[in-house]
């Protein structure tokens, strides 16, 4: 049993018995969606994973301990606890030190699961490099730069510079697969202006291809963009200028750091009236349905 890590029943079956499992991330549940939005979603995408004969394994830190998988009470819990922090790769000792409870980035999520043996993580979007300063990078793709995990998403996030995202993606051999599509997606729209260069259109080929990248022994992860469907999708044309006014809102106010994507998001679902959380819970279970399929089908 590895240190500081504490799996459930469900997931450590699972795993004993070499059964599908599908990670989950946890700062949508305790820092992306307001209550009680966040336990639906939360208790939806888990459901979603098991009606595929998946294990789902959302990972979060409670009182201390990495939690592979989380009991119906353990879900509760992180929903209650208001002092909840957001913790990305680096925050974990930090957090278990200190007996904190804490929500999971990517970064962190990517890192316990492969820590916990899990292939494969499905998620909302990825974070990248943030508009205005090339410096400002998410450590979520640092992170798929040496944990061999496969990520489905929906893209990055509308509110990052994609061209310099994928840029850093190229420069450190992340491979960027489009599930049916051939540009990169960007959370709330199906397609972009920025090309792919690979595409896969089934499950099948996919799985095929995430076996020989891990036969060949390659260190990165894998990022796997599953367009948000059409009909919930926001055109470019009526998000971006949302976008914008919330950056500039951001900017005023000096909100820099982890702190920003939430309070962007947040943002952008007061501006759009909801519609933009309605395609953000979309494309989550979208992600999930086709994260499950991959899990089940490895």
Request: charged letters at 20%; hydrophobic letters at 45%; one cysteine or more.
């Amino acid at each position: 049993m590895l240190k500081h890590f504490e799996f459930s029943a469900e997931v450590q079956h699972a795993l004993e018995n070499k059964k599908p499992v599908l990670a989950l991330e946890s700062t949508l549940i305790t820092h992306g969606f307001p209550h009680p939005h966040n336990l639906e979603i939360a208790q939806a995408s888990e459901e979603i994973a098991r009606e595929h004969n998946v294990t789902p394994a959302t990972i979060a830190i409670l009182n201390g301990k990495i939690k592979i998988g989380l009991t119906a009470d353990e879900l509760n819990q992180l929903v209650a606890d208001k002092t909840s922090v957001k913790a990305s790769k680096r925050d974990i000792p930090y957090v278990v030190s200190r007996k904190l409870s804490a929500g999971t980035t990517v970064a962190a999520t990517m890192f316990c699961a492969h820590a916990a043996g899990i292939r494969v993580f499905a998620t909302g979007g990825i974070g990248g490099v943030h508009r205005g300063d090339a410096f400002d990078i998410s450590a979520d793709l640092i992170e798929l730069s040496c944990s061999p995990v496969a990520v489905v998403c929906a893209g990055a996030k509308s509110i990052l510079d994609l061209p310099r995202t994928l840029e850093y993606l190229e420069t450190y051999s992340i491979p960027v697969i489009g599930y049916g599509c051939d540009t990169l997606p960007a959370f709330y729209t199906a397609s972009t202006s920025h090309k792919l260069s690979c595409r896969v259109d089934d499950v099948s080929s996919l799985s095929n291809l995430l076996k020989i990248h891990w036969q060949l022994g390659m260190k990165s992860g894998i990022l796997i963009t599953n367009p948000i469907n059409a009909r919930d999708e926001i055109p470019a044309a009526d998000i971006d200028p949302v976008i914008a006014s919330a950056l500039k809102t951001a900017a005023e106010k000096q909100i820099t750091g982890k702190d920003i994507t939430p309070f962007l998001l947040n943002e952008i679902v007061s501006v759009t009236k909801g519609k933009s959380m309605t395609a953000n819970i979309s494309l989550i279970k979208n992600n999930i349905r086709l994260g499950a399929e991959l899990a089940a089908s490895l």
